[in-house]
């Protein structure tokens, strides 16, 4: 029953338990605790807790339901009405935190909302680790998810980050990794710094740096793994001397006949620069 500030009363409570990326022993002993009490477990793969509780030792006492991407909304319902009760439910998904890429924002804002408390048990993050061992910039940095999925939609996402001056993380997956660091390249440049980082944690770690173009050639031959892209950011005045160069030749080629919008894609492609970037500063100047 609520009180009179529009709280939930009992002892409800809400807890975001941080999953290994890759090492069952990078829990911490909290999280072994949290799952042999709570009262739930919603897990984003049941079968997958059950193993990490094997792995851990860990008797699970608690109800488990899955909570994953396709029941999300309506098993966020039903998990509140658990809390309203005053109950303990632990929100775990395959790997790293719950409402990172993962499901878990949608029952956290209706707990919230609701007054009930809400706390988490910190665990290993993909993002925080990529970018820590990408050695590009860490002291600003944004998280960007997963890229869209379709060209369209992706190269105008992309194009809206090119002047971004923070170091970039995105997840991706093995098959469209390749196509994705080219539409990275082509919205910021083939000589970017980059870095993509494999099976973080894992038997087969691997960390590849290098510019945004050579690395879409690496991945073409097909790449296995969890995937984590660090990108670094725009330096602003970076190359604009240069660019003031490749305008000049494209007024040069358009005044010699050639067709405006043809002069610009072959100028950007020899000199691997972005090709939408080239095109807007043509255009500025008309």
């Excluded at 022993?25 to 049941?46: I, N, W």
């Excluded at 494999?198 to 050639?217: D, I, N």
């Excluded at 050639?258 to 100047?285: N, T």
Aim: charged share 25%; proline share 5%.
């Amino acid at each position: 029953m609520p009180c009179h500030n529009g709280q939930v009363t009992g002892d409800g409570r809400l807890v975001l338990a941080g999953a290994p990326i890759g090492q069952a022993g990078d829990v911490s002993p909290r999280l072994r605790e949290v799952l042999a009490s709570a009262d739930v477990v919603a897990a984003e793969d049941t079968r997958r807790l059950r193993r990490l509780a094997a792995d851990l030792g860990v008797e699970i006492a608690g109800r488990v339901v899955s909570y994953y991407d396709q029941n999300e909304a309506a098993r966020a319902e039903e998990l509140l009405e658990t809390l309203k009760e005053g109950r303990t439910v632990v929100v775990i998904t395959d790997a790293g935190m719950p409402g990172v890429s993962d499901p878990g924002y949608r029952l956290t804002r209706l707990a919230v909302d609701a007054g009930i408390t809400v706390t988490a048990l910190p665990g290993p993050s993909a993002v925080t680790t990529a970018l820590a061992v990408s050695g590009l910039a860490s002291d600003r940095f944004c998280f960007e998810g997963f890229p869209p999925r379709k060209p369209g939609d992706r190269a105008r996402r992309l194009a809206a980050l090119a002047a971004e001056e923070r170091t970039m993380v995105f997840f991706e997956s093995p098959h469209r990794l390749a196509s994705s660091l080219e539409a990275m390249a082509e919205a910021f440049g083939p000589d970017r710094p980059a870095a993509v980082c494999r099976e973080l944690t894992k038997t087969y770690e691997e960390v590849r740096r290098g510019g945004l173009g050579e690395l879409a050639e690496w991945a073409a031959a097909g790449v296995k793994g969890e995937i984590t892209v660090v990108v670094a950011g725009h330096v602003p005045g970076a190359g604009e001397q240069d660019m003031e160069g490749l305008v000049a030749e494209v007024d040069r080629r358009v005044a010699e006949g050639s067709q405006r919008k043809l002069a610009i894609a072959e100028v950007a492609k020899e000199a691997g620069v972005p090709k939408r970037e080239l095109y807007e500063l043509v255009h500025k100047r008309l």
